[in-house]
């Protein structure tokens, strides 16, 4: 089964052709990150002006690369139903009702965040995680800790009521003033971060530990302690290169150990309730952060279990958002026809707990 899938629900373009043996044919990604500079986040307006111009173009190169006839090698088409924003999830979602009806093609409108959350049992093969387990999604709109139970149950353990580690990172990133490529503020802030520096770095203090010994996240007291630093030294021209990086390097440490000590709670919230999980997935833009992936593997280690916790990550072009793991999603529903109809709406807000309402 050769599925076609479009994501549009932020700020990104994407189209992919995978198949139901598990092959990506294709993974077209385009950003509009420049786009938004200057906004302090996606502009609405822009980014559904963005997509209407970039999923033509995306569709075709994805079908191209994948070397597939639309008309005569794709048997469904996927796309983003939510969450996301609006305007953005209707032009993919519009695309995928209109095609699929004239090619006269079944439907499935995904989840974004099951999609994130599936990725690894698609990218792990042969060796995929085995339900139930814990799921991590850290990226631009979330920071989610989940315990999956199957490919449609997920239960919240906890969440951020503030900021997500995403646009935290990128929040410190702009403070800093570091200048980003395609792969966006948050990896430039894990780049500075990693650079090495031979001289000692100043104290900057502590930062916060938000929500200690609790189950929830909050991120908004990390980028402003940041903030706060800036300011007493009126301003960060006025900042010298070691500052900077004890900043850069003392909000990624402190941003993973908010995460680390969550994950240990959520195994002795999962031990009390007799669940037995033994492998934990991590998705998300966020999850490549290389300085999260050693953490997060040495943090592991400490958990009292019999055999050890398998840790896995999709590769970094498939945690951020792509269209693979839209594609994906919807290949247990359409092997099992359990398509959507063409009227289906879109749930700009959906939480992950109701994905079979
Ligand atoms: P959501 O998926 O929740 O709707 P989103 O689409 O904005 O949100 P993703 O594309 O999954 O999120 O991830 C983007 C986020 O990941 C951005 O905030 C970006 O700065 C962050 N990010 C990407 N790479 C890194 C990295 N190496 N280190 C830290 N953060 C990163
Ligand atoms: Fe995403």
Known sequence: FTVLAFESSADDTCAAVVTSSREILSNVVIKQHDLHEGYGGIHPMIAIEAHQRNLPIAVKRALKEANVSVAKDIDGIAFTRGPGIGGCL???????KTLAAALDLPIVGVHHMQAHALTPLLTSWPNPPKF???????SGGHTLLLLATS????????TTPDESIGRSFDKVSRMLGLKWTAFGPGAALEQFAGQQWDADLPDIGNFPRPLRGKLGFSYASLHSFVERCIAAKQGIQNIDEGFKLALARG???AAVAHLEEKLLLAFEWCAQNKIHVQDVVVSGGVASNSYL???LAECLKTVDTTVPISLSFPPPSLCTDNAVMIAWASMHRFLARDH?????GLRPKWSIEELSS
């Open 90 to 96: 209707s032009v993919g979602s519009n695309a995928a």
């Open 132 to 138: 139930p387990f814990l799921t991590l999604l850290v």
């Open 151 to 158: 490919l449609t149950s997920f239960r919240i353990l906890a």
């Open 251 to 253: 909000f990624q440490t």
């Open 293 to 295: 992936r050693e953490r």
């Open 340 to 344: 959507d109809e063409y009227t289906i």
